[in-house]
């Protein structure tokens, strides 16, 4: 079984430039996450998707970060512009229905602003 | 809404010692408990899981996890660490109210010495 695919793996870009990650999430998983993992913390949530509606985007900044996920398939998070605290791993996951079933996470997205 | 908190942020240990890595939870309803582990440069990799029933877990890589509800503790063990177990533990709780929601430790960075 595929697990989730990440790209880009590493993007070095200069403040105020943007930036997009991309995510594949696990064939026929219907709940997808994007985290943000800043070093030396553990991930937090920033937008979780079922299907294509959004569930939870509280943690989004809002005035510079967008996702979608259109066609409850694949997923874009994008960034713009940037900032410096923005360096950080993007993690994107993605788990199936049911009770207490596992979160699976892509390898990461590593931004480093500049 | 749940938290957990890792109340070690690094733990350095001879290879072939004992090890444990605690994590505390705090929840007003019954909870799914995870541990999972990133190496350098990964993404998050699920070790174990306690959704019911025993409350001792056991996982790969020969790690195990004790449910502890009066102490709201999900400790994480292996009786012998190899070099290869180099890596951060992350703590994860799940409240059985919101399936969805995963509340993620900050993290437990395991080094393990020659």
């Known amino acids: 079984e595929a697990g989730v695919a990440q790209s880009p793996r590493y993007k070095i870009i200069e403040k105020r430039q943007s930036v997009a990650f991309w995510c594949n999430p696990i064939s026929g998983h219907a709940t997808l996450y994007w985290y943000q993992q800043i070093l030396g913390q553990g991930p937090k949530l920033l937008i979780q998707f079922q299907n294509n509606g959004v569930v939870d985007d509280s943690q989004l900044p809002k005035d510079r970060f967008s996702a979608e996920r259109l066609k409850g398939v694949d997923s874009t998070l994008k960034i713009q512009p940037a900032k410096l605290e923005d360096s950080a791993v993007y993690l994107c996951?993605?788990?199936?229905?049911?009770?207490?079933?596992?979160?699976?996470f892509g390898e990461g997205s590593w931004l480093t602003v500049v | 809404a749940q938290s957990v908190t890792q109340l070690d942020s690094q733990v350095p240990v001879f290879e072939e010692a004992p090890v444990e890595l605690r994590c505390n939870y705090s929840s007003s309803v019954s909870v799914y408990l995870f541990w999972y582990v990133q190496y350098p440069n990964q993404g998050l990799q699920l070790l174990l899981k306690y959704l019911s029933g025993s409350t001792l877990v056991k996982g790969i890589n020969g790690f195990e996890a004790e449910f502890n509800k009066s102490q709201t503790s999900f400790h994480l063990r292996k009786p012998s660490v190899h070099i290869s177990d180099t890596a951060e533990y992350f703590c994860a709780v799940i409240g059985r109210d919101n399936f969805n929601k995963f509340y993620f430790g900050s993290g437990t960075k395991l080094n393990v010495k020659p």
């Open positions: 996951a993605s788990r199936t229905e049911g009770v207490g079933n596992t979160i699976y």
